[in-house]
Each structure stands twice: as C-alpha cells, then as structure tokens.
C-alpha cells in the first residue's frame, strides 16, 4: 500500500511570496489533514477535510491560508503571502473512515521563509 | 493553552535499558491517546495507542500506561535499542471533536550503544 505522498520536499521563499503545497493521501482515505510544525513543537493541526468537505479549520489562518481538495483525493494547501513565521514543515496525514483514531503521515515539505 | 505536555524534550538511554516517556493532558474530554515516533526528514509514524477505558497496552516491547485520574500516561520502551532514537510525540484525540490529534511538544530519546 502506497503511503501519503507530498511535494515539494523542501521549498525556500521570500517573505510576500506565494507558495502551494501538494498532497495525495493513502487510496481510500476519506480524512485528509494538513499539519504545520513549527522547529522544537508537535504537529499542529491546520485543516482536517472529510472527502472534499471541511470538518476543521478552526486554526488555519484565513487571512493568508487556503487549502481545497478537490475530487475528495489531493489537497493543496496555499500560503499568500508567506511571513516569516511561516516557517515550518508542513505535514499531511490521512486516515480512513472505520472508526480509526490512527492517522498515517507524508514525509513533509520543510518551508523556509526569508 | 497547551493541553498535552511532554515535559521532557530529551532522554538519553543505554540499550537494553528501559526508556520511559511522559506526557499529561488537562482536557477530560480526551478519550484516545497515540505515540508517534519522528526520524529526521521523515513524517511522523504511529507507534502504539490506548483507549481511556483501558489502564494498559502493550505491543512487543513497547507499553502505553494510561492514569486517568492522574490525566497522565507514559509509554515504556524495553530493552531500548539504538533504532529507537527519534523524536516521539504523545497524541490524544476525542471522538466528539471529530477525532482530530492534540500533539505534545515531543521528547527526543537518544539510545547509545
């Protein structure tokens, strides 16, 4: 079974500049989630989209975050612009609709702003 | 408001020693606690779990402990081996907030040889 796969694996940006990132969960996956960790801290959670709704986006910062998933599979994730505080590997999990409180995770897109 | 700490960002270990890792929450509402261990450029992996009904679980040489009252749980890694050494994250979950994960701060534990 193909895990969660992300791209970019590393991007560096300037402050103001735009920048996506990518994300296809495991096949099947229903839940999908997009994490910032931020150096020294747990993941935090950013958005968790059920198919291609939203459940919680309670903490994304809307001012200058988007994310869709379009299709109910891949999500991209958009920061426009980037601060510097923006710094920090961007995770995406999924997990499936049985009930499972587990959720697997990409390898991240490490974001550094300059 | 940080409702899962881990108190210990490092632990260093001899192998075949035991490694044991804390974490406490503050919020009752929690009904499902994880372990994830992080390797450097990799994603978080689940290591093990535990439900609130049960006081204990154990998979090979890895032990969640779970003190509800105490809103405390530790995971046990015996006999600690050099793979071990990572960074791992204790996580915990509620069904009536849709099962989302509430990260601690991590722990990273160092297995020498």
């Known amino acids: 079974e193909a895990g969660v796969a992300q791209s970019p694996r590393y991007k560096i940006i300037e402050k103001r500049q735009s920048v996506a990132f990518w994300c296809n969960p495991i096949?099947?996956?229903?839940?999908l989630y997009w994490y910032q960790q931020i150096l020294g801290q747990g993941p935090k959670l950013l958005i968790q989209f059920q198919n291609n709704g939203v459940v919680d986006d309670s903490q994304l910062p809307k001012d200058r975050f988007s994310a869709e998933r379009l299709k109910g599979v891949d999500s991209t994730l958009k920061i426009q612009p980037a601060k510097l505080e923006d710094s920090a590997v961007y995770l995406c999990?999924?997990?499936?609709?049985?009930?499972?409180?587990?959720?697997?995770f990409g390898p991240g897109t490490r974001l550094t702003v300059t | 408001d940080q409702q899962v700490k881990q108190n210990s960002p490092s632990l260093s270990v001899q192998e075949g020693r035991i490694s044991i890792l804390n974490c406490d929450y503050t919020?009752?509402?929690?009904?499902?606690f994880l372990w994830y261990k992080k390797y450097p450029a990799e994603g978080p992996t689940f290591l093990i779990s535990i439900s609130s009904i049960k006081d204990k679980n154990e998979d090979g040489r890895f032990t969640v402990f779970l003190n509800k009252s105490a809103k405390h749980l530790s995971l046990h890694i015996v006999p600690s081996q050099p793979g071990d050494s990572a960074v791992y994250f204790c996580?915990?979950?509620?069904?009536?907030?849709?099962?989302?994960?509430?990260f601690g701060g991590g722990t990273r534990v160092l297995v020498k040889p």
């Open positions: 919020n009752s509402m929690f009904d499902y």
């Open positions: 996580a915990a979950s509620a069904k009536a907030a849709g099962n989302k994960l509430t």
């Open positions: 999990a999924s997990s499936s609709l049985r009930g499972t409180y587990e959720q697997y």
């Open positions: 096949s099947g996956h229903a839940t």
